[in-house]
């Protein structure tokens, strides 16, 4: 049975507070074949021993997104540069706010395809122009896109995590290794162990991240508050 086109969520790219405006949206005539997500530590802190001699994690990450779009005008003629144009311009830093604000900075970006929602600065781009009308015209472009989001300190998401979810950041963790992967794109979830809730009444009243040794042992050590608070 064919695949009605019309019904096929399209991804998009768009300035976050300018997301409810559709006609903002940047929309892929062709959603990415696959979306290459990454976490690392920032580099000023891995591989930092601590008193025991064990290696720390990072107290900070950065989160990074990398996928293709294609973007075609062979229906239309129209040279496809006029919308690929629109997505190169989020590398230019926008005008300060005001004139003593110094230089400006590019703007945020979020990339939002069905439940996958990630926001970033636009980091790469590269443009493969691969077909041409009889008159020179580019038609159909092929973007090479990666994104980059400095990420909180992880104690802080780590309990983030734990109070939004009602659930220990641990069962995110947990549900990738088992090949849940659309975990990876759950808005506020931090899928790394050391996150606990704490609960009052059968009510969320905070959470305890913890970071810095090994995840286990953040664990351990944010159960460890709970019980020494007596939750």
Same mark, same amino acid.
């Given at each position: 049975?064919?695949?009605?086109?019309?019904?096929?969520?399209?991804?998009?790219?768009?300035?976050?507070?300018?997301?409810?405006?559709?006609?903002?949206?940047?929309?892929?005539?062709?959603?990415?074949?696959?979306?290459?997500?990454?976490?690392?530590?920032?580099?000023?802190?891995?591989?930092?021993?601590?008193?025991?001699?064990?290696?720390?994690?990072?107290?900070?990450?950065?989160?990074?997104?990398?996928?293709?779009?294609?973007?075609?005008? &062979?229906?239309? !003629? +129209?040279?496809?540069?006029?919308?690929?144009?629109?997505? $190169? %311009?989020?590398? *230019?830093?926008?005008?300060? /706010?005001?004139?003593?604000?110094?230089?400006?900075?590019?703007?945020?970006?979020?990339?939002?395809?069905?439940?996958?929602?990630?926001?970033?600065?636009?980091?790469?781009?590269?443009?493969?122009?691969?077909?041409?009308?009889?008159?020179?015209?580019?038609?159909?472009?092929?973007?090479?896109?990666?994104? &980059?989001?400095? !990420? +909180?300190?992880?104690?802080?998401?780590?309990?983030?995590? $734990? %109070?939004?979810? *009602?659930?220990?950041?641990? /069962?995110?963790?947990?549900?990738?290794?088992?090949?849940?992967?659309?975990?990876?794109?759950?808005?506020?979830?931090?899928?790394?162990?050391?996150?606990?809730?704490?609960?009052?009444?059968?009510?969320?009243?905070?959470?305890?991240?913890?970071?810095?040794?090994?995840?286990?042992?953040?664990?351990?050590?944010?159960?460890? !508050?709970?019980?020494?608070?007596?939750?």
């Amino acid at each position: 049975m064919p695949i009605d086109a019309s019904a096929i969520t399209k991804a998009y790219l768009v300035k976050p507070e300018q997301e409810p405006d559709v006609s903002k949206r940047i929309v892929f005539d062709f959603n990415p074949g696959s979306l290459s997500y990454t976490l690392e530590a920032s580099a000023q802190q891995q591989n930092q021993p601590n008193k025991t001699g064990q290696t720390q994690h990072g107290a900070e990450f950065t989160a990074k997104l990398s996928f293709d779009a294609i973007f075609d005008n &062979t229906d239309t !003629g +129209e040279d496809v540069r006029s919308t690929t144009s629109l997505i $190169a %311009a989020f590398l *230019r830093p926008e005008a300060p /706010a005001t004139a003593n604000s110094g230089a400006g900075s590019p703007p945020q970006v979020l990339m939002h395809w069905g439940a996958f929602r990630f926001k970033g600065l636009l980091t790469q781009y590269r443009e493969t122009l691969d077909f041409f009308s009889k008159e020179g015209v580019p038609l159909r472009s092929t973007l090479s896109l990666a994104m &980059t989001e400095q !990420g +909180e300190p992880l104690p802080l998401d780590k309990a983030k995590t $734990a %109070a939004t979810f *009602r659930r220990p950041s641990k /069962a995110f963790e947990d549900g990738i290794a088992k090949g849940r992967v659309a975990l990876l794109g759950l808005s506020g979830a931090t899928p790394i162990e050391g996150g606990v809730p704490i609960m009052a009444g059968g009510k969320v009243i905070g959470a305890i991240g913890v970071s810095g040794a090994n995840s286990d042992q953040d664990a351990a050590a944010a159960a460890a !508050g709970l019980k020494a608070a007596g939750l």
